[in-house]
């Protein structure tokens, strides 16, 4: 069974460009998680979905962010535009229920120049 | 508000050493703790995953206790090898409804051959 999948798994990007992130959750999973990890700082929280609706945003920095999950399949989050402090990397989650454990995708490093 | 403490923030023991490895969090109404393994450029890889009820859980080299009471745990790794080196996460759910993770900073061992 795949894992849970992220794209591009690195993308370097100048000031004011507009990036968009996708992540491929496990098959069946309908709960699916978006963290970043910024430089010297834990990962942190950014939104939750539950098939397509978004439960939880509550973590999302401010409105450059915006994530979608049409369908409720794959999900993508764009940042435009985007700030240096926007680098990081962004890794993606997905969960069978909400309070089973999620699994992890290897992340996208981002970088803004 | 849950707060997760990684003490310490970097570790580095000779080959074949045994060390442990401590994570405190500040709520503990937690109904799960998660250790996490990160290698530099890759993704979160799930160690062990501690359920409420639970006081250990062992796989492998690695043992990690969850005392709930005083809010903390520790990752316990026997026989250190080089390829252990890596940054170790400690995350635990904020609450019910969500698998919404909060984690610590992490404590970025190094295994001196």
């Known amino acids: 069974e795949a894992g849970v999948t992220q794209f591009p798994s690195h993308s370097v990007i100048e000031k004011g460009q507009t990036v968009t992130l996708r992540c491929d959750p496990i098959?069946?999973?309908?709960?699916l998680y978006w963290y970043r990890r910024v430089m010297g700082k834990e990962i942190k929280f950014l939104l939750h979905f539950v098939k397509e609706s978004k439960q939880d945003e509550s973590g999302m920095p401010n409105n450059r962010f915006l994530a979608e999950r049409t369908g409720g399949t794959y999900s993508t989050l764009k940042v435009q535009p985007a700030e240096l402090e926007d680098s990081g990397v962004y890794f993606c989650?997905?969960?069978?229920?909400?309070?089973?454990?999620?699994?992890f995708g290897q992340g996208t490093r981002l970088t803004v120049v | 508000k849950q707060e997760v403490t990684q003490i310490p923030a970097a570790l580095s023991v000779p080959e074949g050493e045994n060390l442990v490895l401590n994570c405190s969090f500040t709520?503990?109404?937690?109904?799960?703790l998660q250790w996490f393994r990160q290698d530099p450029g890759k993704g979160l890889t799930s160690l062990l995953l501690i359920q409420s009820s639970q006081r250990e859980q062992t796989s492998g080299r690695l043992n990690a206790s969850l005392d709930k009471s005083s809010g903390r745990s520790t990752l316990y790794i026997a026989a250190s090898q080089p390829g252990d080196s890596a940054t170790y996460l400690c995350?635990?759910?904020?609450?019910?409804?969500?698998?919404?993770?909060?984690f610590g900073k992490g404590t970025k061992l190094s295994v001196i051959p």
């Open positions: 995350a635990v759910p904020t609450g019910a409804g969500s698998y919404q993770l909060t």
């Open positions: 989650a997905s969960s069978l229920f909400a309070d089973t454990e999620a699994f």
């Open positions: 709520d503990s109404a937690i109904y799960n």
């Open positions: 098959s069946g999973h309908d709960n």
